[in-house]
């Protein structure tokens, strides 16, 4: 039984670690998060090696996530882009939007290719999209000298 559990957890990991791309890593998370979303996130973070020194945190964020039940954010719809930022070759943002019944979720993935192939470098979610948009609707934002 014990090499089953073995193979199947290096099958697993293997898979998103062989990911070519950001978008690859993140394709995977969201599939695999519409099943178990506590299992994207870990697999998400398998992907660098130097995450096991902050496990304490993503277990938090695992606990988030395995949070967001039926029955206190109501159903999962899926997820759309918001924005995508390239830093440089190696350094990539991308920013999701995550829609529940009771309000949407905003997901912000950043990834590093140190050599040869995508890690994460971050993950983190927040509820603060609604402040943000008000702020963005304010006069000093808006172009007032349009004809």
Known sequence: MRKLFIVILISTTGNLLAQSSPQDLIDTFFNTYEKDAG???KDLYATNIWTERVKDNIDKVIGTVNG???SYM???YGYEIITTK???ESFVLYS???KYDRQPIRFI???YKPNKKWVLFSYALDDNLDDE???AAKLYYLDL???
């Open 39 to 41: 299992k994207a996130v």
């Open 68 to 70: 967001f039940t039926e």
């Open 74 to 76: 109501g159903k999962y």
């Open 86 to 88: 390239k830093f440089s």
């Open 96 to 98: 999701y939007l995550v």
């Open 109 to 111: 993935f950043k990834f």
């Open 133 to 135: 948009i008000q702020e």
């Open 145 to 147: 000298d349009k004809d």
